[in-house]
């Protein structure tokens, strides 16, 4: 299951975005039955978790964006989405969309932040 992010880009300071990630290739039931979540790597940092939300809708966050960022998904159309409010430099980081499917992968999409 291939895990397609979009939505990344260079926003100011204290601006919004939203991320979406597609599951391409996935079973419905598969996509439905799994948790999906979403992590962040910085330049020189290592990477680390943002959020996930679980099958039942369960969300966890970082203590970093919690209050800022919601985490949500569309099971019929295989999404889950990050979005992203009172952004701040330090969020600038490549985000990856990651799920507990086996076999599942992703490139990032690359979220850039301007003071």
């Known amino acids: 299951v291939q895990l397609q992010a979009s939505g990344g880009g260079l926003v100011q300071a204290g601006g919004s975005l939203r991320l979406s990630c597609h599951a391409s290739?996935?079973?419905?039931?598969?996509?439905?039955?799994?948790?999906m979540g979403w992590d962040r790597q910085a330049p020189g940092k290592e990477r680390e978790l943002v959020a996930e939300i679980s099958d039942s809708g369960t969300t966890n966050y970082a203590d970093s964006v919690k209050g800022r960022f919601t985490i949500s998904r569309d099971n019929a159309k295989r999404r889950v989405y990050l979005q992203m409010n009172s952004l701040k430099p330090e969020d600038t980081a490549v985000y990856y969309c990651?799920?507990?499917?086996?076999?599942?992968w992703g490139q990032g999409t690359l979220v850039t932040v301007s003071s």
């Open positions: 290739g996935s079973i419905l039931s598969v996509f439905n039955s799994n948790m």
């Open positions: 990651r799920s507990s499917i086996p076999g599942s």
